[in-house]
């Protein structure tokens, strides 16, 4: 048994990134963490993983379509998928093991195994119990299931057995037109999968700016990717590896049935907080199955709870952000995240990025707003990589030229969206980013153009 200044439950990016700040504070710090690699969904089974398979499809992409337009004549290359999943299996362990070498540098005690609460200030791992003046959840989430889907991870998959399936799939039905749904569905329609995309609502991508999912739909289906909307799956039924997908459409109730090798169910994850003992505990939960917390504390003195496992975006840069914030306040500091302004990021081609409020939230809360745009058909850089479709969406307070969102679908729009973050963060006006010189020739000069196009207009449009 050990005593410790704070025990986080949970090596995610939450967990981790938490553990190293508070070590970093001089606070004696532990991670129990029950994988056997550091890191969390995110690193083992999440962000990484499926970033690696995008990039090594996306090159698959760029050499089927683009490079004999270059002047780069010859083969394609043929797919090898287990020396591709061996590929992205070795970006995972790089990344895991690098974690354990953070935690080595900065003396963070990492407890294998799965914990648990028994009281307040004791969490227990194996047979041992240790002492702590804080405990930190930090236990992330799981894949949310859907009735009459049962999941096998063979020929039924989550995001998780996606990206090992045996083999690449003739024809795959994605359940969920969500970020993940549509990052795998895209890795293997370039892999040559059959892909539908099965959504209940009637635009994919809910939450995000309508204008800009209505234009990555058509970029999407041009890929090759099928969309049917409005639609409730009722049922999965699987045989001899095979598997038949019912659905429901919303308009009129009618039922159809589509045939597919392989069926990702990906409508969302929801937290895991299963065998911490909270309910002995008595601590408060939230309705949809977080953990209740007020600037990441709980009910219970000394016992908080950040990332996927409380309220808020389930993306690991939220939960890096809380862990952070909460090492400092742990270490008597001021902690802090900034909710509006978290960037979310789709990874496909092109990519897709926002931060701050879309154009329906504007105007449902009845803000008067401006609205700068400016096609990638104008920026050099996009067009030499063939990647001009998309476009860069600035919204300003129509009065003071704050600007209140950006919305990017285009090359490196992951990317891009920080300066706009940056520039949020220090309460900029539309007019700060144009008046900024942008070096010539890069993508974010479409940022700088619709920063003009909030004032006197762009100038390459
Ligand atoms: C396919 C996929 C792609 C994604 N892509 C992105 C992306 O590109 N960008 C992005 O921002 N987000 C992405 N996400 C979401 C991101 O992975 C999560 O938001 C993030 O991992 C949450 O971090 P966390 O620390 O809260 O929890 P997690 O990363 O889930 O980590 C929690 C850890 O706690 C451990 N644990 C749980 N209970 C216990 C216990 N009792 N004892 C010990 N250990 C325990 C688990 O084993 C796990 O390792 C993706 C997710 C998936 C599934």
Known sequence: MASFDVIIIGGG???????????????????????????????????????????????????????????????SPSVDWDQMKAYKQDVVDGNTKGIEFLFKKNKV????????????????????????????????????????????????VTSTGALVLNKVPKSLVVIGAGVIGLEMGSVYARLGAEVTVVEYLDAITPGMDAEVAKSFQKILTKQGLKFILGAAVQGVATKNGKAKVTYKLRKDDSEAVLDADCVLVATGRKPFVDGLGLEALGVEMEKRGQVKTHHFATNIKGLYAIGDAIVGPMLAHKAEDEGMALAEILAGKAGHVNYDVIPGVVYTTPEVASVGKTEEQLKEAGRAYKVGKFSFMGNARAKAIFQAEGFVKILADKETDRILGAHIIGPMAGDLIHEVCVAMEFGASAQDLALTCHAHPTYSEAVREAALACGDGAIHA
């Open 13 to 75: 990016p939450g967990g981790y990134v938490c553990a190293i700040r508070c070590a970093q504070l001089g606070l004696k710090t532990a991670v129990v963490e029950g994988r056997d690699t550091l890191g969390g969904t995110c690193l083992n089974v999440g962000c990484i993983p499926s970033k690696a398979l995008l990039h090594a499809t996306h090159s698959l992409h760029e050499a089927e379509h683009n490079f004999a337009k270059m002047g780069l004549k010859g083969k």
């Open 109 to 156: 005690t990492w407890l294998k195994g799965w914990g648990s609460i028994p009281a307040p200030g004791q969490v227990k791992v194996g047979d041992e119990v240790h002492d702590a003046k804080n405990i930190v959840i930090a236990t992330g989430s799981e894949a949310a299931s859907l009735p009459g889907v049962d999941v096998d991870e063979k020929t039924v």
